[in-house]
C-alpha cells in the first residue's frame, strides 16, 4: 500500500501557482519524498525529490514540513502542458528500490 | 541518447494466449523494473531485474515472468491472460549503484488488450 494521501483532483488556472499537498505522516528516517507525474498516454516522469530540506529545481519546488509528515510540491507558474497526474511517494533512496503509487492527483490548468 | 523504449506499443490477445514485452534501458543504467497500470489506477509494480536476475517482486502471479540479457534489455512474459491483464504495461530504468537519488525513468509503456 502506498504510503502517502494526496487529493483526488485539483484545479489551477494558468500562470498561477500550482500547490500539491501529500501526506506521508508513516515516514521513516531515511526515507525521501519523491514526485513524479504522468502526462496522459506516457509514462510517468520524475519531477523533485528531498528529504527535509526544501528543494527546488527547472520544473518544482518541493516544500516539506520540519516533522517530515507532509510536504507541497509548488508548479511556481502552471502551463496547460502541466496538466497531468502527479505522484507523490516516499522511499529509500539507495539501490532501485520499488516505487509504490498510490492515486496520486489530478491536477488540471484551466486557461 | 535514447531514452527508455519499449515495444510493441500496442498489442491485442485473447484470453489464454501469452504474450512477450520488450524493454530496452536507458543507456547507462542496469536495472530495470516492470509496472502494471489499470485504468485509472496508479502503475503498480510487478518485479525488477538485476544482473539477469529477479531481485523484487510485488504481489502478481506466477504467470507474470522475466527476463533480463546482457545487454540490460528485458523481456516481461505474460500466460494463460486473463481479462483482467488489460492494462498500460510500463518498464523503467535505473542505476542500482547510483549513489544520489536514483531517479527511475520511464518508457512510454505498451498498452495491452485482451479480448
Request: with cysteine; net charge neutral; charged share 15%.
Amino acid at each position: 500500500d502506498a504510503k502517502t494521501t494526496q487529493p483526488t483532483s485539483m484545479d489551477c488556472a494558468e500562470g498561477r501557482a500550482a500547490n500539491l499537498p501529500c501526506n506521508h505522516s508513516t515516514i521513516s528516517g531515511n526515507e525521501y519524498v519523491y514526485w513524479y507525474r504522468q502526462i496522459h498516454s506516457q509514462g510517468p516522469q520524475y519531477i523533485i525529490h528531498g528529504l527535509k530540506n526544501n528543494e527546488t529545481n527547472e520544473m518544482a519546488s518541493l516544500i516539506i514540513t520540519e516533522d517530515r509528515k507532509s510536504s507541497t510540491l509548488i508548479l511556481p507558474h502552471a502551463t496547460l502542458r502541466d496538466t497531468a497526474v502527479y505522484y507523490c511517494i516516499v522511499k529509500e533512496p539507495w539501490g532501485a528500490q520499488k516505487l509504490v503509487f498510490g492515486q496520486g492527483t489530478r491536477l488540471t490548468i484551466n486557461p | 541518447d535514447a531514452g527508455v523504449t519499449q515495444s510493441p506499443t500496442h498489442l491485442i490477445k485473447t484470453r489464454g494466449q501469452q504474450v512477450t514485452l520488450r524493454c530496452s534501458p536507458k543507456s547507462g543504467h542496469d536495472t530495470v523494473s516492470w509496472y502494471q497500470q489499470a485504468l485509472g489506477q496508479g502503475p503498480q509494480f510487478i518485479f525488477q531485474y538485476y544482473e539477469e536476475e529477479e531481485r523484487q517482486r510485488g504481489n502478481f502471479p506466477d504467470r507474470f515472468s522475466g527476463h533480463q540479457f546482457p545487454n540490460y534489455s528485458s523481456e516481461l512474459n505474460v500466460n494463460a491472460l486473463l481479462l483482467g491483464d488489460s492494462a498500460l504495461y510500463l518498464c523503467a530504468s535505473s542505476l542500482v549503484l547510483a549513489s544520489s537519488y536514483n531517479e527511475q525513468f520511464f518508457g512510454p509503456g505498451t498498452r495491452l488488450t485482451v479480448l
